[in-house]
Nanobody, 116 residues
Framework: QLQLVESGGGLVEPGGSMTLSCAVS????????MGWYRQVPGAQREWVAM???????VYSDSVKGRFTISRNDTRNAVYLQMNNLKIEDTATYYC??????????WGQGTQVPVSS
């Protein structure tokens, strides 16, 4: 089993920036892909960004050019740098990892309200 813990959420003004972090702990697994999703109440969870083991990032169209995903395999961590935040980015953000077994794990989520 793996445990994922997100941090870095909180209130931010439109146009502002924020970095989310996700620390992965537990029995050593090969983390094939690491990513971020987000969800607002009443809606389905939406994929935001993903980075695979060769460190190639992919982004949803809604965040491309504003968000940057990165990973640190030494620290078993994944990050999401969010710039030029918009009100529509308001959501609970979830960290997600896929292992080579294959299994999928989720964090508990961190809230990012974008408001003036």
């Amino acid at each position: 089993q793996l445990q994922l813990v997100e941090s870095g959420g909180g209130l931010v003004e439109p146009g502002g920036s924020m970095t989310l972090s996700c620390a992965v702990s537990g029995r050593r697994r090969r983390l094939v892909a690491m990513g971020w999703y987000r969800q607002v109440p009443g809606a389905q969870r939406e994929w935001v960004a993903m980075i695979v083991s060769d460190h190639r990032p992919v982004y949803s169209d809604s965040v491309k050019g504003r968000f940057t995903i990165s990973r640190n395999d030494t620290r078993n961590a994944v990050y999401l740098q969010m710039n030029n935040l918009k009100i529509e980015d308001t959501a609970t953000y979830y960290c997600n990892v896929h292992t080579s077994e294959p299994n999928t794990y989720w964090g508990q989520g961190t809230q990012v309200p974008v408001s003036s």
